[in-house]
């Protein structure tokens, strides 16, 4: 019998799985841009619409899932990862238009995306640990994400440059096999029970208090502060900085993400003794600082310096802002999750769009997309230091 120690590393296994899917397409943007001529700005919207999937989904599932139970979404958000990363393959091949395949792809694995972030973090929060170190296990969990993409980008670039980007279709059925494996263990592991409708607190409720829509906004610039850098990365560090595709995608994303998961591992072990909200706005101010580095800086050492650095930056934002609503409103159950990792979504789709945007409309490419998008990161900044007075 599995005990639920199994379970916290299923739930990892589901963020490494949620990382496969966030982060694949984005270091295969330069295969799509060369293959199919793909513009900037499409390729923001290939992001915008992996998270716009989520987002969805979030707002779908809200109402039911604390009924539904966590097993039922978990499989099934594996299920579909394993599909859209096996349609990633085939479909630009398969239909008139490349992008429509890539784009119909990524909308599905994106739901499955969408399930994870709303389901794993509540699971976590819900199981035995004391309240004192909810926090510190919430970081801990988030840091999978971190390892995951460190170990997706690079495995990614290894084998591209192995294999040859012509032969890309090979590396997303390789990831497949990681939602594969981990729904034979979220078939067995046991699962906490979501919270019961009397002692939950409802979502009407939520919404009067001075503190949830603040955190809201909080967890919007979050998403969007976390995700641009990460998404922008590898074409950034290869097209605005003159790298090749192997040292742009491991000076890049890879710095990147081993350096948010450093930050989150750090917040899991020492966490207890770092009052968050002033950590909040710690990070959102050094978030701030990398952006500008990055969009602003005429070396290419110190732009991509700025980028490594920004994961340190932002690795504790999301789960943080995670902990501040779970200590605030301990009974909020999965739907208080899934409203706030709606609008993470929202920002993670918006940013990197944006970002895209401004690229394609700009003489300055990426380094104005950055420039632009710093204020994902400045909002950070503002919001927390109004939250430390909304939630009085």
């Avoid at 926090?135 to 971190?146: E, P």
């Avoid at 980008?153 to 890309?168: C, K, R």
């Avoid at 706030?340 to 003489?363: I, Y």
Wanted: glycine share 10%; charged share 10%; aromatic share 8%.
């Amino acid at each position: 019998m599995l005990t639920f120690d199994g379970t916290r590393r299923a739930c990892y296994a589901g963020y490494v799985t949620q990382a496969i899917v966030n982060n694949l397409a984005p270091l295969l943007f330069i295969v799509f841009q060369t293959q199919y001529h793909v513009p900037y700005e499409m390729l923001g919207r290939l992001v915008l619409l992996n998270f716009a999937a989520q987002l969805v989904t979030d707002l779908v599932v809200v109402t039911v899932m604390d009924r539904l139970g966590y097993r039922v979404p978990l499989v099934l958000a594996h299920v579909l990862c394993v599909v859209g990363l096996v349609l990633l393959a085939a479909l630009p091949s398969l239909l008139a238009s490349p992008y429509l395949g890539l784009s119909l792809a990524i909308v599905v694995y994106g739901i499955g995306g969408g399930l994870l972030e709303v389901v794993v973090s509540p699971v976590v929060d819900a199981l035995p640990t004391p309240r004192e170190g909810k926090a510190a296990a919430m970081s801990l969990l988030h840091s999978f994400y971190c390892w995951g993409q460190v170990v997706v980008v690079l495995v990614t670039t290894l084998l591209l440059a192995q294999i040859g980007q012509g032969d890309w279709r090979a590396v997303p059925l390789l990831w497949a096999v990681v939602p594969v494996v981990n729904v034979v263990f979220l078939l067995r592991v046991p699962l906490p029970p979501t919270v019961p409708d009397e002692h939950r607190t409802a979502r009407g409720e939520l919404f009067t208090t001075r503190a949830f829509p603040v955190l809201l906004v909080l967890m919007l610039c979050a998403g969007a502060a976390e995700l641009t850098i990460s998404q922008w990365s590898s074409l950034f560090a290869e097209q605005a900085l003159g790298l090749p595709k192997v040292g742009g995608d491991l000076a890049g994303p890879l710095l990147f993400a081993a350096l948010m998961g450093v930050g989150r591992m750090a917040y899991s072990r020492y966490g207890e003794t770092i009052r968050l909200v002033p950590a909040l706005v710690g990070c959102g101010a050094l978030a701030t600082l990398c952006y500008l580095t990055a969009a602003l800086s005429n070396s290419p050492v110190l732009s991509l310096l700025g980028c490594a650095m920004c994961g340190l930056a932002v690795s504790l934002l999301w789960p943080g802002t995670f902990s501040l609503a779970a200590a605030r409103f301990p009974a909020g159950g999965v739907a208080m999750f899934a409203i706030l990792a709606m609008l993470g979504d929202a920002g993670a789709a918006a940013g990197p769009w944006l970002a895209g945007v401004v690229a394609d409309a700009s003489a300055g490419g990426l380094r104005a997309g950055l420039l632009v998008t710093t204020v994902f990161p400045l909002g950070v900044v503002v919001t927390a230091l109004i939250y430390a007075v909304a939630k009085r």
